[in-house]
């Protein structure tokens, strides 16, 4: 089966930088979008970044553009995230996921839209 397993995450000072993978198993991780998403306690999930499945498009949410970058091996089945300048507000458990698209140029920033998800690993950035 389809297995999503992140992992980098940690406690960082602000400012501070993290570097999160994400490794697939069980798919042709080329015929998939790769997203990051992200839920704070108390709040829905919601988009980070999406690369899709060839690196033609990258989108970042507004919050994190400039800071954060995503990038993809495809040899080695695998999404990261680069993290930096880190604030506090990235707090969050971050979630990779997988959204199987039909072109080079598919991609979502809804999480409806994707097909597998990892477990989380959690981010935390102190003051």
């Known amino acids: 089966q389809v297995q999503l397993v992140e992992s980098g995450g940690g406690l960082v000072q602000a400012g501070g930088s993290l570097r999160l993978s994400c490794a697939v198993s069980?798919?042709?991780?080329?015929?998939?979008?790769m997203g990051w998403f992200r839920q704070a306690p108390g709040k829905t999930r919601e988009f980070v970044a999406v690369?899709?499945?060839?690196?033609?498009?990258?989108y970042y949410a507004v919050s994190v553009k400039g800071r954060f970058t995503i990038s993809r091996d495809n040899a080695k089945n695998t999404v990261y995230l680069q993290m930096n300048s880190l604030k506090p507000e990235d707090t969050a458990v971050y979630y990779c996921?997988?959204?199987?698209?039909?072109?080079?140029?598919?991609?979502?920033?809804?999480?409806?839209?994707?097909?597998?998800w990892g477990q989380g690993t959690q981010v935390t950035v102190s003051s």
């Open positions: 690369i899709s499945r060839s690196d033609d498009i990258i």
């Open positions: 069980g798919a042709t991780f080329s015929r998939y979008a």
């Open positions: 996921a997988a959204d199987f698209v039909a072109t080079n140029y598919g991609y979502s920033q809804s999480p409806g839209s994707y097909d597998y």
